[in-house]
């Protein structure tokens, strides 16, 4: 089994930058792709970020260009890399995966941007 923790939320000002880290315990190396997701009170969970074994990744036209999702070869942490932080960026971000068709969610870290 494998489980993920999420970790590097904080409160920064716009225009700051925040680095998150998802971290796998367990039988990782059965993990594929890996989703950065924001949940904000009041609206749908939406993926922010994902990236996968062959490198691909994805990212939600309201972040490109300011985000960057990146992982280590075994997949023990992947990150996500927050620059020029908006108020609208706040929300809690959790890491997903899914491994043998079942989900596993990283618990949220709480990321709040002050203008």
């Known amino acids: 089994q494998v489980q993920l923790v999420a970790s590097g939320g904080g409160l920064v000002q716009a225009g700051g930058s925040l680095r998150l880290s998802c971290t796998a315990s367990g039988r990782s190396l059965g993990i594929r792709a890996m989703g950065w997701y924001r949940q904000v009170p009041g609206k749908e969970r939406e993926l922010v970020a994902s990236?996968?074994?062959?490198?691909?990744?994805t990212y939600v036209d309201s972040v490109k260009g300011r985000f960057s999702i990146s992982r280590v070869h075994d997949w023990k942490s992947v990150y996500l890399q927050m620059n020029n932080l908006k108020p609208e960026d706040s929300g809690v971000y959790s890491c997903?995966?899914?491994?043998?068709?079942?989900?596993?969610w990283g618990q949220g870290t709480q990321v709040t941007v002050s203008s």
């Open positions: 990236i996968t074994a062959g490198g691909g990744t």
């Open positions: 997903k995966t899914m491994i043998g068709g079942a989900e596993v």
